[in-house]
T-cell receptor, first 114, second 110 residues
Framework: DTAVSQTPKYLVTQMGNDKSIKCEQNLGHDTMYWYKQDSKKFLKIMFSYNNKELIINETVPNRFSPKSPDKAHLNLHINSLELGDSAVYFC?????????????FGPGTRLTVT | SQQGEEDPQALSIQEGENATMNCSYKTSINNLQWYRQNSGRGLVHLILIRSNEREKHSGRLRVTLDTSKKSSSLLITASRAADTASYFCATDYNTDKLIFGTGTRLQVFP
């Protein structure tokens, strides 16, 4: 069984569209994250949720809205997609909130905005 | 930016050789972690070292931490072609979030 799974793996869409990426973890972890990795492999945290509650919200445009229906799921909805949103988006989870614990990453969703 | 710097950016070695990657960071930390990313895949956690630790081992991996120099190194001994990947350090800067470094691309030739 995959510990952290994301769907879809690839997403190609046009500017202005709205899209969602889904993430699920079966590790029983309390904390989940969204990261963005750009074309230079720079990985940056976007959001963090602990047991459905938002705890980290970096300076991300409000076109990005995370939603956590339960602690095993964290989805990312993106409105009005722009060219600069093209990147690989990773979901991750950790047992407890805080940077002192290892994080388990999903396989990534490669988003291409044309 | 608090992003850590990794050195070298790219490293090519032959199988059986050792690979050393370095990570420098900017301010005090509680923890430092190393991750591996194979091409087109997610990151995989390798080692976590706390600020009061100086060295940790895991199999063929050895991580050192020098808080006075604000630097860490990852040594992979007896490298294999399967070690080909990008390696990232990540620090917490006494916060709840991880700040990832710029990464080192390691190529191990058979």
């Amino acid at each position: 069984d995959t510990a952290v799974s994301q769907t879809p793996k690839y997403l190609v869409t046009q500017m202005g569209n709205d899209k969602s990426i889904k993430c699920e973890q079966n590790l029983g972890h309390d904390t989940m994250y969204w990261y963005k990795q750009d074309s230079k492999k720079f990985l940056k945290i976007m959001f963090s949720y602990n047991n459905k509650e938002l705890i980290i919200n970096e300076t991300v445009p409000n076109r990005f809205s995370p939603k956590s229906p339960d602690k095993a799921h964290l989805n990312l909805h993106i409105n009005s997609l722009e060219l600069g949103d093209s990147a690989v988006y990773f979901c991750a989870s950790s047992p407890i909130t805080g940077a002192g614990y290892e994080q388990y990453f999903g396989p990534g969703t490669r988003l291409t905005v044309t | 930016s608090q992003q850590g710097e990794e050195d070298p950016q790219a490293l090519s070695i032959q199988e059986g050789e050792n690979a050393t990657m370095n990570c420098s960071y900017k301010t005090s930390i509680n923890n430092l972690q190393w991750y591996r990313q194979n091409s087109g895949r997610g990151l995989v956690h390798l080692i976590l070292i706390r600020s009061n630790e100086r060295e940790k081992h895991s199999g063929r991996l050895r991580v050192t931490l020098d808080t006075s120099k604000k630097s860490s190194s990852l040594l992979i001994t007896a490298s294999r072609a399967a070690d080909t990947a990008s390696y990232f350090c990540a620090t917490d800067y006494n916060t709840d979030k991880l700040i990832f470094g710029t990464g080192t691309r390691l190529q191990v030739f058979p």
